[in-house]
């Protein structure tokens, strides 16, 4: 247990703190997952580094079911929807978190999704 809270906080370190990540450290945070070692990465930092947007996806769900009031995240994942032109998918994540959010966060975000009706409720 040692060893792997030594190697994810050099991950943690690398992720953080680089702005070219090679895809190696991703497959090898999968592999020890899958192995059933899986390091001590929080996924929002996964999904932050990531430059694929369906592996931030990915890690972005993941860290909302674990915590589902993570603000930060939230934004994220819609905007990643949004951009990827999955708009329903931002729409969902919206609907469900919303309430999480703050009136201007949610305001902003029914508006770039074209929900003008929703936005206006928000804003009045």
């Known amino acids: 247990i040692h060893e792997r809270t030594q190697i994810s906080k050099i991950i943690i370190m690398i ?19 899958r192995a059933g070692f899986p390091l001590l ?15 931030s996806i990915y890690y972005y769900q993941k860290h ?10 939230i934004n994220e994942l819609i905007g ?7 708009k329903s998918s931002a729409y969902g ?5 919303s309430s999480k959010l703050n ?8 508006e770039q999704l074209g929900e003008w009706d929703k936005a206006l409720d928000i804003y009045e």
Do not use: H, M
């Open 15 to 33: 992720l953080e703190n680089f702005e070219k990540i090679d895809p190696t450290i991703f497959k090898l945070i999968e592999l020890a997952d």
């Open 41 to 55: 990465v929080p996924d929002n930092v996964l999904a932050k580094s990531s430059k694929n947007p369906g592996l």
């Open 64 to 73: 909302l079911r674990e915590n589902p009031c993570a603000r930060e995240s």
């Open 80 to 86: 990643l929807y949004s951009r990827q032109g999955f």
């Open 93 to 97: 994540i919206l609907s469900t978190f």
């Open 103 to 110: 009136q201007v966060e949610s305001g902003k975000w029914y």
